[in-house]
C-alpha cells in the first residue's frame, strides 16, 4: 500500500505541475506578494495530498523563535518535502538554490517568478557574493530567504561541510538567522520513491543574532544547533 500511494502522489504530483505552472506565468505582472501566494498554493495542496494519499504529516515545534521581520532560514536538507511544506511554516519566502533549476520546463519558469538566488554552486567566491547582494534586496522587500547550507540534499545520519553563503549574508546585512532541524529525510528518502507514513518533526531554533560577529561564527552556531538536534530527531524515528 505504501509504495502505490507513492506512486499515486508523484502522478498527482507531476500532472499538477504540467498543469498549475503554465497557468501562473501571467503572475509574472503581479506584486511579487500576491504573485508568491498564487503560485504558493501549489505546494499547500502538495503538502495537503502528502497527508490523504501518504498519512505523511508534520509537527512543529519553536515557533515563538520567529522573529516579526524578515529572516534568514538555515536548514537541514534531506529531500523535496521541505522545499514544498517550508511554504507553509514560514512567512514568504525565496531560496538559494542552484542555476539548473531554473531549466526544467515548466517547473523552473514557474519556480523563477518566485525570485529566488540561482547560483553556481562552483563559482566560489563569486556565488557568495551573489548571494549577499541578491539576498539583502530580499530581505529589505521583507522576504524571508532560505539557504540549505550543505548546499545539496544529505541522508539521515549524514552530514556535509556546511557552507558560508548565508552566514555571509547575515553578517553583511545584520538579518537573523533561523536554524532549523527536521527528520523529513526518514519519511520522504533523498532520491527515493516511497513516502513513508508518519509524523515529520520540524524544529525551530533560538533566532541568532549575527551583528558583530563574522560569518564564521555564525555558522559554527548554526552547525552546531542543527547537528546537535538531528541526533535527537534522528534517535526518536
Known amino acids: 500500500m505504501v509504495a502505490l500511494r507513492s506512486l499515486l502522489f508523484n502522478v498527482v504530483m507531476l500532472v499538477s505541475v504540467a498543469i498549475y505552472a503554465p497557468l501562473m506565468l501571467p503572475t509574472a505582472i503581479l506584486p511579487f506578494p500576491l504573485r508568491y501566494r498564487l503560485i504558493s498554493q501549489w505546494a499547500r495542496w502538495q503538502a495537503s495530498l502528502l ?30 518535502w521541505e522545499t514544498i511544506v517550508f511554504q507553509q511554516i514560514f512567512p514568504p519566502q525565496t531560496w538559494v538554490l542552484k542555476h539548473e533549476l531554473l531549466w526544467i520546463p515548466l517547473f523552473g519558469w514557474a519556480l ?34 532560505v539557504v ?35 527528520n523529513a529525510g526518514s519519511f520522504w528518502l533523498r532520491r527515493g520513491f516511497l513516502k513513508k507514513p508518519g ?39
Open 51 to 80: 497527508k490523504i494519499l501518504c498519512g505523511l504529516d508534520y509537527r512543529v515545534e519553536g515557533r515563538a523563535h520567529l522573529p516579526a521581520g524578515a529572516a534568514i532560514i538555515m536548514s537541514k536538507h534531506q529531500s523535496a
Open 148 to 182: 540549505f547550507p550543505e548546499g545539496t540534499r544529505v541522508a539521515p545520519g549524514t552530514r556535509k561541510r556546511y557552507g558560508m553563503g548565508g552566514a555571509a549574508l547575515a553578517a553583511a546585512t545584520g538579518y537573523p538567522v533561523v536554524p532549523v532541524a527536521h
Open 199 to 237: 509524523t515529520v518533526r520540524v524544529v525551530i531554533g533560538p533566532a541568532i543574532d549575527p551583528r558583530g560577529q563574522k560569518a564564521e561564527e555564525i555558522i559554527r552556531q548554526v552547525e552546531e544547533w542543527i547537528e546537535n538536534k538531528m541526533k535527537e530527531l534522528e534517535r526518536l524515528v
Open 112 to 145: 523563477k517568478l518566485m525570485r529566488p538566488i540561482a547560483i553556481d554552486r562552483g563559482a566560489g567566491r563569486k556565488a557568495i557574493e551573489q548571494v549577499v547582494e541578491q539576498g539583502r534586496e530580499r530581505l529589505q522587500s521583507g522576504i524571508w530567504v
